[in-house]
């Protein structure tokens, strides 16, 4: 197989297989997640490409696809059914004969005998076959296992002579922990980081518009890009650059500008924050929520932080040293849409004092709800933290 030289180099591409992804059945949140954690690593991505189970749409991707990319990552069509394609078409592709591997099959047969199959499908045999010369990657969650190719696309005196063919299942529970530990690295020790300086922020109580026109205008001067992504109700914020002295002297100038936004330093969500705080504490938070109708609770409660919640209609009832009552967001339960905003009323009380708030925050619909969490928890952070 030939490659334009021409092209980048260090792009990674990204193919997601499966009627049920084509169809709209379910969302490839494999490939965003994927993609989202080369790019912190400093890794570009290429193209995203999504084919049916089909033969030959899956041949002619793959093809397309190596050609044009250094690493080809490519997740789902593994399993046991004959409509997973995925591990024959890039036999096809590689031209290199598909290989049963014993190790891989006892492993499956031992998975599936502890889950009652003490005779496994005669169908699972297919995935212990991986193509010649294939690095198998295990599957600690699945019968899925992956594999890594390497093969040589420039002679080898040059840079950037290999290229990378990973093979992973479709589940997100199987295939997200099998990329952290073997594809990133993988890619990571074979100097795919091209990005050498990156940040990110999560903003809160801005509208992209709104900040994206400073921000953009800060960088402007600089050899330095700034990206967004809207992840309602925050505003997630990337500056990266490949020179450092650019990116050292426009780092505090954002930080600056966005200060009003941050929820903490900006690095996590307010209900992140306040879920990893609860556990702490030598208390039980006693919350009346009248507001969010139990969003707030199947949030906040974890196996971790249960025992520190209580979750009830009337405070008078509980003994907890901390008491919250929420309420507010009349506009969204009387269904009225012609308004801005809405109230959120939000009390504390503890044996020594009583805090009271009403605040008025944005009326975006349904999503009032999202808002009014986030917002909820930073106000508990905060006083908690005090």
């Not at 690095?135 to 093969?151: F, V, W």
């Not at 890009?225 to 450092?244: A, D, H, M, V």
């Not at 100038?253 to 209900?271: D, M, R, V």
Request: net charge negative; charged share 20%; with cysteine.
């Amino acid at each position: 197989m030939t490659r334009d030289k021409s092209s980048a180099a260090y792009q990674v591409a990204i193919l997601a297989t499966g009627d049920e992804i084509c169809n709209g059945d379910i969302a490839n949140s494999n490939s965003q997640e994927i993609a989202q954690r080369l790019f912190s690593n400093g890794i570009h991505v290429g193209t995203h490409m999504t084919v049916a189970d089909n033969l030959t749409d899956l041949e002619t991707a793959m093809q397309f696809l190596l050609q044009n990319h250094r690493a080809l990552i490519m997740t789902g069509g593994l399993g046991p059914t004959s409509d997973d394609l995925t591990r024959q078409a890039l036999s096809h592709v590689l031209q290199r004969q598909l290989i049963f591997d014993e190790p891989t099959w006892q492993t499956i047969v031992a998975r599936l005998q502890r889950f009652g199959f003490h005779i496994p499908p005669e169908s699972n045999r297919q995935q212990a076959l991986f193509p010649a010369g294939a690095t198998i990657i295990p599957n600690p969650n699945g019968t899925a296992a992956g594999c890594m190719i390497k093969q040589t696309i420039f002679p080898a005196q040059e840079s950037n002579a290999e290229q990378f063919i990973f093979m992973l299942p479709g589940p997100p529970i199987e295939c997200l922990p099998m990329f952290d530990k073997i594809v990133l690295p993988a890619l990571k020790s074979s100097h795919f980081q091209k990005i050498l300086y990156y940040e990110k922020w999560l903003l809160f109580g801005i509208s992209e518009a709104q900040i994206a026109e400073e921000l953009d205008k800060l960088a402007q001067p600089f050899d330095c890009t700034t990206g967004y992504r809207f992840w309602y109700p925050y505003i997630e914020f990337k500056l990266y650059s490949n020179n450092q002295a650019d990116f050292t002297r426009l780092v505090p100038l954002i930080e600056k500008a966005i200060a009003p936004y941050l929820i903490g330093n900006g690095k996590a969500t307010a209900s992140d924050l306040l879920k990893q705080k609860i556990p702490t504490l030598n208390a039980t938070l006693a919350i009346c929520d009248f507001a969010t109708g139990g969003l707030l609770e199947s949030i906040l409660k974890t196996p971790e932080t249960n025992s520190h919640l209580n979750f009830l209609y009337d405070l008078q009832k509980s003994s907890a040293a901390l008491q919250i009552k929420i309420s507010g967001l009349a506009e969204f339960w009387q269904q009225i849409d012609n308004y801005a905003n809405t109230i959120l009323e939000i009390s504390f009380t503890t044996q020594d004092k009583h805090q009271a708030s009403r605040n008025t925050i944005p009326f975006r619909g349904y999503r009032v709800k999202q808002y009014a969490v986030e917002f909820i928890c930073w106000q508990i952070y905060k006083f908690l933290s005090e």
